[in-house]
């Protein structure tokens, strides 16, 4: 099939979560099975290209009145054949975010408008015609939008359009105006079952109402985002569509997060050996001047402090945790509030609670290798990828039962030993204690159990290969739909 996957992030060129690190590995998975996939995505400021080669000529794009004229830059998905398109266009997208001023102003409606406007123009500058153009999130909701009531959707009418949901929760609202740039059709677009949004645009529900097959990237947070608590004012949408709606997990990169091979980490170590793992412990105490004690529980949490990932919960738990003898040890950035508390409670250094505000990948790594468990309250989580982490790096993760952490998650079976990490229902500092009291218990009373866990979560299968079959059982679905 030739596949166009069409988005705002893409690893390692921009990530500002999970959708980035999809984006970045399943289209090799795809290509490594035979297909012709491809990646378009903006060329922001803060753009990491690599070593990116100038398309000829620009690209003229109808937007508005006029002609948007854009750049086309050309590079490759590290250690693959997969090529990444960039879109250039310096008014819109010389930014030094990925989403720019959130403010639901025309500028930045724009932004994204121009990139789905443009994603029809480079299938023709390119001369491909896509099978599949698969979207992500909201950002790249207005292809599917367009490819029913745009201009181009004649020319496009034997392409399925699949749109993935990664999170529910981030929805702008758009000024109306912003149908023009696209040559939209206004009465049909502003109907309140496609793009209208009480006198706005919200292009996400647009997208899900006209996408051929949506997908999600949990089976549980599929069915949770058809729940008024879940599904951020886009449940009804998503309870019309239920029948079109495919939960499939995410990967993990197999050659990033390796516990063998992870060149981030002090030692290395495998299921049968963990002698690294235990080095690993006593590095990140020393270096975060936590007490260097191996037998000591180590909890660890690596997270955008968000309001979605129960890290104010956490904190709130603290002094309970570190009551039962834990050592804590917190990355995160997001939420000045959050920083704040953490930063506050790391003041103490009484060697067992350390804390570091920013944004740092080595650390990530050495955390998720260096602790004994792993927390992810999560009020929702769509999929997550550090439990994923954890889990084949030998850290049993303590989460909330929701979306993925529930589909990817094992509880523990206190009779056989089983399991791959422990589940809380109710987010309050109570039961967070409790589950992470009842985890200790079993690190320190049942050894056996808690080794027995460790390698069912090690081995465990989280690679893309297995995944990218069900993206291609689904595209083939969706064409098969379209095309009927
Ligand atoms: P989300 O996409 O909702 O932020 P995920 O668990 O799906 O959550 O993915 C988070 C990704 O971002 C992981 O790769 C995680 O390691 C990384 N990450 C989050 N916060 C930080 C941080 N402060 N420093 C380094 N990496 C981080």
Redesign the pocket.
Known sequence: MKLLFVASECVPFA???????VVGALPKALKAMGHDVRVFMPRYGVLRVRSPERMPGPMGVPFGEGTAWCGVLEDRLPDSEVPVYFLEHNELFDDDSIYGHDDGSLHNAARFALLSRATFELCRYLDFEPDVIHAHDWPSSWVPVMMNYGPEAPAFRRTASVLTI??MAHQPRFPVETLDLLHLPRPEVLRPECCGDYGGLNPFKGGLYNATMITT?SPTYAREIRSPEYGGGLDGVMRFRAADVVGIL?GIDDEVWNPETDSYLPANFRVDDLSGKAACKAALQAELGLDVAPDRPLLGL?????P??GVDVVLRTMDGLLGLNAQVVM????DPALEAMMRERSQLRDGRFAA??????A???RI?AASDFFL?P?RF?????????SQRYGTLPIVRATG?LEDTIEQYDPNTGRGTGFKLWDLHEGSLYETVRWALSVYRDRPEHYRRMQKAAMEKKMGWEVIARQYEELYLWALERRRA
């Open positions: 990530k500002a979560g999970g959708l980035g690190d990664h999170n990237v995410n690596v997270s955008r402090l968000s979605q990932k990355l995160g950035s997001g570091w505000v920013g944004y740092n990948e650390l990530a790594h998720e992810m999560s989580e769509p999929c997550g990828l550090n439990q994923l982490y993925g």
